[in-house]
């Protein structure tokens, strides 16, 4: 946690999700509406063909709907893309950009994550920034360059703690089950803050940096309570009310 700063619980339900699935998402809401928790945030990244109908199911609760990746320009011919103009239009408040999968699937670099992040603020959105280093990164004890690279080459100059969230993700750490200890947490966080402090200035101060990667309701108090870690940003474990419940739960205890 950072002093200061109102967590964000975000949860990222990937590929995964029709509407049959919703009833989650409408506990969800119940959740946070029936004053489960009031210490955080609450977002939730769905696929864009439920976008529509997640807004229009949370829109009476305090959880909101954002989108998983959005094109760098605001229309045009780009079959099967989506801009930020029509995930703020869907409903979406927030959309996560750079995310590891879309870095791998995608070949996104960090040059196009960039524009990405600049095309959600002109629609309107909050950016989700991610970064994260891969397992051989970690081994060769690169983490730390591979995160200054990634903030430097991902975050546009114009960031700010309103319309930036950064992510931390170690891209072996998602779905895995593994988790970096508190002490590796820490060090990246600490790090990623002193990254956008060349970019932000003073701002970086109170900008959300999350961290992502088998966070569970076992694991989230632990994660949770590391200096520079401003909430989570979930994928499994998001796909279910009562686990992304017991996420948001952590922030009680703390
Ligand atoms: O965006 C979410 C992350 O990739 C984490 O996914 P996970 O919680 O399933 O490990």
Redesign the pocket.
């Known amino acids: 946690m950072t002093k200061g700063i109102r967590p964000l619980v975000a949860g ?1 339900w ?1 590929m995964n999700g029709t509407g049959a699935s919703l009833g989650e998402l409408r506990s969800i809401g119940h959740g946070f509406m029936s004053g489960l928790d009031t210490e955080t945030d609450a977002l939730l990244c769905v696929p864009a063909t439920l976008l529509w109908r997640a807004h229009e199911i949370l829109s009476s609760t305090p959880v909101r709907c954002g989108g998983q990746d959005c094109h760098a320009r605001p229309s045009g011919a780009h079959t099967g893309d989506i801009s930020a103009e029509m995930l703020k239009d869907a409903g979406a408040s927030h959309v ?1 950009v750079g ?3 879309r870095r791998a699937d995608h070949g996104e670099t960090d040059a196009q994550v960039q524009l990405k992040a600049e095309a959600a603020w002109l629609g309107g959105l909050t950016a989700i920034i991610c970064v994260g280093e891969t397992q051989a990164e970690r081994d060769a004890g690169r983490t730390l360059d591979v995160l200054s690279r990634q903030v430097a080459g991902s975050v546009p100059p114009g960031a700010t703690r309103k319309n930036t969230v950064v ?1 931390y ?1 170690p891209v072996w ?4 089950g593994l988790t970096p200890t508190a002490r590796d947490v820490a060090q990246a966080h600490a790090h990623i803050r002193a990254e956008l402090g060349k970019k932000m200035n003073a701002e970086a101060a109170t900008t959300r940096i999350l961290y ?4 569970k309701p076992s694991n989230a108090v632990e994660l949770m309570s590391v200096d520079n870690v401003d909430g989570a ?5 998001s796909l279910k009310a009562s686990d992304f419940l017991g996420i948001a739960e952590a922030y009680r205890s703390l």
């Open positions: 990222n990937k996560i995310h590891s999968e992510a993700e750490a998602i779905g895995t992502g990667g088998s966070v940003l979930v994928g499994g474990a």
